[in-house]
Protein backbone atom coordinates (compact mmCIF):
# COMPACT_ATOMS: atom_id res chain seq x y z
CA UNK A 1 0.00 0.00 0.00
CA UNK A 2 1.05 3.75 -0.85
CA UNK A 3 1.97 5.45 2.14
CA UNK A 4 0.27 8.70 2.59
CA UNK A 5 1.70 11.72 1.36
CA UNK A 6 0.99 15.39 1.42
CA UNK A 7 -1.13 16.58 -1.07
CA UNK A 8 -1.40 19.51 -2.57
CA UNK A 9 -5.39 19.78 -2.78
CA UNK A 10 -5.30 19.41 0.71
CA UNK A 11 -3.06 22.55 1.13
CA UNK A 12 -5.35 24.79 -1.08
CA UNK A 13 -8.58 23.58 0.78
CA UNK A 14 -7.07 24.31 4.11
CA UNK A 15 -5.17 27.62 3.16
CA UNK A 16 -8.97 28.93 1.73
CA UNK A 17 -10.53 27.60 4.96
CA UNK A 18 -7.90 29.71 7.21
CA UNK A 19 -8.42 32.62 4.68
CA UNK A 20 -12.61 32.30 5.47
CA UNK A 21 -11.33 32.28 9.15
CA UNK A 22 -10.25 35.29 8.92
CA UNK A 23 -12.59 37.16 7.02
CA UNK A 24 -14.96 36.20 9.68
CA UNK A 25 -13.27 37.27 12.69
CA UNK A 26 -12.84 40.87 10.85
CA UNK A 27 -16.54 40.92 10.35
CA UNK A 28 -17.20 40.26 13.97
CA UNK A 29 -14.08 42.77 15.23
CA UNK A 30 -15.41 45.25 12.55
CA UNK A 31 -19.14 44.68 14.40
CA UNK A 32 -17.33 45.17 17.94
CA UNK A 33 -15.96 48.23 16.67
CA UNK A 34 -19.15 49.42 16.22
CA UNK A 35 -20.92 48.52 19.15
CA UNK A 36 -17.92 50.56 21.00
CA UNK A 37 -18.71 53.58 18.38
CA UNK A 38 -14.90 53.08 17.49
CA UNK A 39 -13.44 54.43 14.47
CA UNK A 40 -14.03 51.94 11.88
CA UNK A 41 -13.19 51.75 7.93
CA UNK A 42 -16.74 52.44 6.77
CA UNK A 43 -19.49 49.83 5.80
CA UNK A 44 -18.04 49.13 2.05
CA UNK A 45 -15.35 47.10 3.83
CA UNK A 46 -17.92 45.32 5.44
CA UNK A 47 -19.50 44.46 2.28
CA UNK A 48 -16.25 43.38 0.81
CA UNK A 49 -16.41 40.57 3.16
CA UNK A 50 -19.59 39.74 2.50
CA UNK A 51 -19.23 39.72 -1.28
CA UNK A 52 -16.04 38.10 -1.11
CA UNK A 53 -17.65 34.86 0.92
CA UNK A 54 -20.50 34.83 -2.06
CA UNK A 55 -18.23 34.85 -4.64
CA UNK A 56 -14.99 32.98 -3.38
CA UNK A 57 -15.95 30.39 -0.44
CA UNK A 58 -19.59 29.91 -1.66
CA UNK A 59 -19.48 29.96 -5.61
CA UNK A 60 -15.94 28.48 -5.87
CA UNK A 61 -14.67 26.24 -2.58
CA UNK A 62 -17.82 24.64 -1.55
CA UNK A 63 -19.20 23.63 -5.24
CA UNK A 64 -15.72 22.32 -5.55
CA UNK A 65 -16.03 20.27 -2.55
CA UNK A 66 -19.30 19.02 -3.45
CA UNK A 67 -18.28 18.14 -6.86
CA UNK A 68 -14.69 16.38 -6.35
CA UNK A 69 -13.73 15.55 -2.75
CA UNK A 70 -16.85 14.21 -1.61
CA UNK A 71 -18.20 12.61 -5.16
CA UNK A 72 -14.52 10.70 -5.10
CA UNK A 73 -14.98 10.19 -1.77
CA UNK A 74 -18.45 8.85 -2.42
CA UNK A 75 -16.98 6.46 -5.07
CA UNK A 76 -14.32 4.94 -2.63
CA UNK A 77 -16.19 4.01 0.53
CA UNK A 78 -19.67 4.55 1.99
CA UNK A 79 -18.61 5.24 4.92
CA UNK A 80 -19.08 8.45 5.53
CA UNK A 81 -22.50 9.18 3.74
CA UNK A 82 -23.99 11.17 6.73
CA UNK A 83 -20.72 13.05 7.18
CA UNK A 84 -20.82 14.21 3.68
CA UNK A 85 -24.87 15.09 3.66
CA UNK A 86 -24.35 16.89 6.86
CA UNK A 87 -21.56 18.72 4.98
CA UNK A 88 -23.61 19.65 1.57
CA UNK A 89 -26.78 20.54 3.42
CA UNK A 90 -24.24 23.13 5.29
CA UNK A 91 -23.18 24.25 2.23
CA UNK A 92 -26.74 24.99 1.13
CA UNK A 93 -27.23 26.56 4.26
CA UNK A 94 -24.32 28.96 4.76
CA UNK A 95 -25.94 30.60 1.70
CA UNK A 96 -28.65 31.36 3.21
CA UNK A 97 -26.83 32.76 6.21
CA UNK A 98 -25.02 34.69 4.63
CA UNK A 99 -28.00 36.15 2.61
CA UNK A 100 -29.57 36.99 5.93
CA UNK A 101 -26.29 38.89 7.33
CA UNK A 102 -26.56 41.04 4.62
CA UNK A 103 -30.37 41.65 5.07
CA UNK A 104 -29.31 42.30 8.91
CA UNK A 105 -26.47 44.20 7.64
CA UNK A 106 -28.93 46.35 5.60
CA UNK A 107 -30.99 46.95 8.68
CA UNK A 108 -28.10 48.07 10.60
CA UNK A 109 -27.76 50.84 7.90
CA UNK A 110 -31.26 52.18 8.16
CA UNK A 111 -32.01 51.98 11.36
CA UNK A 112 -28.25 52.33 13.24
CA UNK A 113 -27.46 51.19 16.28
CA UNK A 114 -31.01 49.28 17.62
CA UNK A 115 -30.52 46.93 14.75
CA UNK A 116 -26.69 46.05 15.65
CA UNK A 117 -27.05 42.91 18.03
CA UNK A 118 -29.13 41.01 15.53
CA UNK A 119 -25.95 41.91 13.20
CA UNK A 120 -23.68 40.17 15.75
CA UNK A 121 -26.14 37.69 16.69
CA UNK A 122 -26.10 36.27 13.10
CA UNK A 123 -22.39 37.03 12.64
CA UNK A 124 -21.52 35.01 15.68
CA UNK A 125 -23.67 32.06 15.10
CA UNK A 126 -22.22 31.81 11.41
CA UNK A 127 -18.81 32.25 13.09
CA UNK A 128 -19.42 28.68 15.25
CA UNK A 129 -21.48 27.27 12.25
CA UNK A 130 -18.56 27.75 10.05
CA UNK A 131 -15.86 26.58 12.78
CA UNK A 132 -17.64 23.26 13.08
CA UNK A 133 -17.90 23.18 9.21
CA UNK A 134 -14.32 23.48 9.07
CA UNK A 135 -13.53 21.02 11.48
CA UNK A 136 -15.51 18.19 10.14
CA UNK A 137 -13.65 18.58 7.09
CA UNK A 138 -10.19 19.20 8.65
CA UNK A 139 -10.65 15.96 11.11
CA UNK A 140 -12.77 13.97 9.26
CA UNK A 141 -12.55 14.28 5.70
CA UNK A 142 -9.43 15.04 4.69
CA UNK A 143 -8.06 12.24 6.87
CA UNK A 144 -10.24 9.80 5.25
CA UNK A 145 -9.75 11.51 1.61
CA UNK A 146 -5.61 10.37 2.51
CA UNK A 147 -6.94 6.77 3.47
CA UNK A 148 -9.43 5.90 0.40
CA UNK A 149 -8.73 8.15 -2.62
CA UNK A 150 -6.11 6.70 -5.30
CA UNK A 151 -3.42 8.61 -6.97
CA UNK A 152 -5.87 8.98 -10.11
CA UNK A 153 -8.38 10.94 -7.68
CA UNK A 154 -5.80 13.14 -6.41
CA UNK A 155 -4.81 14.05 -9.79
CA UNK A 156 -8.09 15.08 -10.50
CA UNK A 157 -8.53 17.00 -7.39
CA UNK A 158 -5.17 18.62 -7.54
CA UNK A 159 -6.30 20.21 -10.70
CA UNK A 160 -9.72 20.94 -9.73
CA UNK A 161 -8.27 23.28 -6.67
CA UNK A 162 -5.95 24.68 -8.74
CA UNK A 163 -2.77 23.60 -7.24
CA UNK A 164 -1.04 22.37 -10.38
CA UNK A 165 -2.49 25.26 -12.62
CA UNK A 166 -0.85 26.93 -15.24
CA UNK A 167 -0.13 30.43 -14.72
CA UNK A 168 -1.37 31.43 -17.45
CA UNK A 169 -4.41 29.84 -17.17
CA UNK A 170 -7.10 30.43 -15.08
CA UNK A 171 -5.61 31.92 -12.72
CA UNK A 172 -7.35 35.61 -12.97
CA UNK A 173 -10.65 34.43 -10.51
CA UNK A 174 -7.92 33.03 -8.22
CA UNK A 175 -5.62 36.53 -8.38
CA UNK A 176 -8.75 39.12 -7.99
CA UNK A 177 -9.82 37.02 -4.78
CA UNK A 178 -6.13 36.86 -2.99
CA UNK A 179 -6.05 41.16 -3.70
CA UNK A 180 -9.74 41.34 -1.93
CA UNK A 181 -9.04 39.27 0.67
CA UNK A 182 -5.40 41.23 1.32
CA UNK A 183 -7.15 44.25 0.93
CA UNK A 184 -9.90 43.10 3.77
CA UNK A 185 -6.95 42.02 6.04
CA UNK A 186 -5.27 44.72 5.45
CA UNK A 187 -8.39 47.03 6.08
CA UNK A 188 -8.91 45.25 9.66
CA UNK A 189 -5.25 44.12 10.57
CA UNK A 190 -6.31 43.29 14.39
CA UNK A 191 -8.77 40.50 12.25
CA UNK A 192 -5.54 38.41 11.67
CA UNK A 193 -4.66 38.35 15.56
FE1 LIG B 1 -14.14 23.53 2.90
FE1 LIG C 1 -17.16 22.85 2.93
Redesign the pocket.
Known amino acids: MQAPQPRSAVQV ?1 MR ?2 QQLSTVIAGMQRFVELLGADAKTPGLMVFRAMLYYIREYPERV ?2 PK ?1 NQYLFARLWHRTRELDPVIADLEAQHAQGEARIRDIEHALTRYELAGKSALPDLRGMLDEYAAFYSN ?2 RL ?1 EEIILPAARQWLTAEDWIELDDAFGANRDPFEGAKLDEDFERLFSLIVQTIPEAQA
Open positions: IEHHHEHRE
